[in-house]
């Protein structure tokens, strides 16, 4: 069984637990108190991972450690050919772009949220200035996808890996001091997120339906 | 918000937790805030900590797994007589930091109305949201808060339940921004379960939730209990930090209670009684 080294209130972790979910793949998780404990900084999990990141998936002969490489992997070893990664050129690199514009949001209403919750040292004010940026850019490109029909980040029918990895960093936002009020296509999409058959939530988010 | 509010008389001159002791490695010191100003806390080479502000040194308590300092004159610290019972597992189960006043944190851990909501499948599930009657009342000498028969269906009321059950809660509220939880242990039917929340004020609008268990459980690991309550503790704080007025309005018309809400009723009166106007809005005339 596979073991991935987790933080339940991590939103990096929840996207591997949330496309896990969604692909019905089991593992076992191993909690590393990353705060306020600072177990990421331990001799015993810099041994597991020697950047001291989270997650870290592990299968015996096989370690990734992060999100996304964990995301594609998944992906292409028990769905592969799926929707989560396409093979078309064009959508194969439409996926790579939003995973490259989830690591902007990790970086910015991630790091606010970091800043206020959990006291790292790190400007707030700038990080929550980013994301609002990176929203605007985000919500102006799902209305035009919405007017073009389409529900998801890439021009595909079917969510895709984009979505796994820009889901958490914004629902999380609030947390950051970053209102998405001023967003309605981005909270329209975060809906349709949330409807994914399979979906799991995590502290800090709820699901579609109150009490489901 | 303002520069930077005094707290009035009655939560100045308490003890509040700025740390789990297990957090405090010897050697560098580490900031928090308290009432808005900064506070350094340390663990000296002889284990000993120490707190202090920019110009003085602060009185410390090493109390229920938590590093305690006050900027006042603080009396004695509420007891919890459990917490010495040999054998019970004592957990300093994580520490969260919420941008809410904490005696709104302090309120939302009172309420039991919202576990089917906000907690489903753990602390309560739909359609099983009767909050039924229960008792509240101050102790005689007016310094603590008590709820008693408090019942409610938990599908998973701990670490080590198997399966739903009616769980009876207790509540003491023996601090403007501490309570205490009692809670039937589902492997000892004549004992409780304690699952205390230490809320240090780290402003007006917002506090460090300190989360300390003293219960029987035999089975699991502390982290995997101190998993359990940062998760639970994680879903109250979008709810808390989505809540206005940040501060808790203590007029009895600034918000409209029900009979669920009788304990935090008593604990607003209990507030406006002592004279507390720092995380809260005073009651006007």
Redesign the interface.
């Known amino acids: 069984m596979p073991t991935l080294y987790d933080f339940?209130?991590s939103a990096d972790c929840y996207k591997v637990r949330l496309l896990a979910a969604i692909l019905g793949i089991p593992y076992d998780r191993h909690?590393v108190?990353f705060?306020?404990?600072?177990k990421h900084l331990s001799p015993a999990f810099l041994a597991v991972n020697p950047l001291g990141t989270l997650p870290v998936w592990d299968e015996g002969d096989l370690r990734l450690c992060s999100a996304h490489a964990i995301l594609v992997y998944l992906a292409e070893r028990h769905a592969p050919g799926g929707p989560w990664l396409p093979r078309d050129p064009a959508l194969a690199g439409e996926v790579q772009h939003w995973l490259g514009f989830a690591e902007g949001l990790a970086t910015s209403a991630g790091a606010a949220r970091l800043a206020?919750?959990?006291?790292f040292d790190l400007d707030l004010a700038a990080a929550q200035a980013r994301a609002h940026q990176l929203f605007e850019r985000m919500d102006e490109h799902l209305w035009f996808r919405e007017r073009e029909g389409g529900n998801w980040l890439c021009r595909t029918l079917q969510p895709t890996l984009a979505e796994i990895a820009c889901f958490p960093d914004v629902m999380l936002s609030?947390?950051g001091?970053i209102a998405r009020e001023d967003y309605p296509a981005l909270r329209r999409w975060s809906d349709r997120v949330k409807r994914i058959p399979g979906f799991e939530v995590?502290?800090?988010i709820?699901p579609a339906k109150?009490?489901? | 918000m303002s520069p930077q509010t005094q707290p009035d008389p009655f939560m100045r001159d308490q003890w509040y937790p700025v740390s789990a002791l297990q957090d405090i490695a010897a050697g560098t010191p580490r900031v928090t805030k308290l009432f808005g100003q900064r506070v350094s806390y340390r663990r000296e080479a002889d284990g000993a900590c120490s707190a202090s502000t920019e110009d003085r040194a602060l009185p410390v308590l090493q109390r229920y797994g938590c590093l305690w300092t006050s900027l006042g004159t603080p009396g004695e610290l509420f007891e919890i007589p459990e917490y010495t019972e040999a054998d019970r597992r004592n957990v300093a189960a994580g520490t969260v930091a919420v941008q809410v006043s904490a005696q709104r944190g302090i309120e939302n851990f009172l309420d039991m109305g919202h576990f089917p909501y906000v907690h489903t499948g753990i602390l309560g599930a739909l359609p099983h949201t009767e909050v039924k009657e229960y008792n509240v009342e101050e102790t005689p000498d007016g310094r603590e808060i008590i709820a008693t028969e408090c019942l409610f269906y938990q599908p998973m009321a701990s670490t080590v339940s198997t399966s739903g059950a009616d769980v009876e809660y207790i509540y003491r509220v023996p601090h403007p921004t501490c309570s205490v939880l009692y809670k039937s242990s589902p492997l000892d039917e004549k004992r409780l379960d304690v699952i205390a929340l230490f809320g240090q004020p780290t402003g007006e609008e917002s506090f460090r939730g300190h989360m300390v268990l003293s219960i029987l459980d035999d089975v699991n690991t502390d982290d995997f209990i101190s998993y359990f309550q940062l998760h639970i503790f994680g879903q109250d704080k979008p709810i808390l930090e989505n809540q206005m007025p940040k501060r808790l309005p203590l007029d009895p018309r600034a918000e409209t209670p029900i009979r669920a809400d009788k304990t935090s009723i008593m604990y607003r009166r209990w507030l406006t009684r002592h004279g507390a106007t720092y995380g809260v809005i005073p009651a006007q005339g």
């Open positions: 339940d209130l909690n108190d705060f306020p404990g600072m206020a919750g959990m006291e609030e947390e001091g995590m502290p800090g709820f109150i009490g489901a």
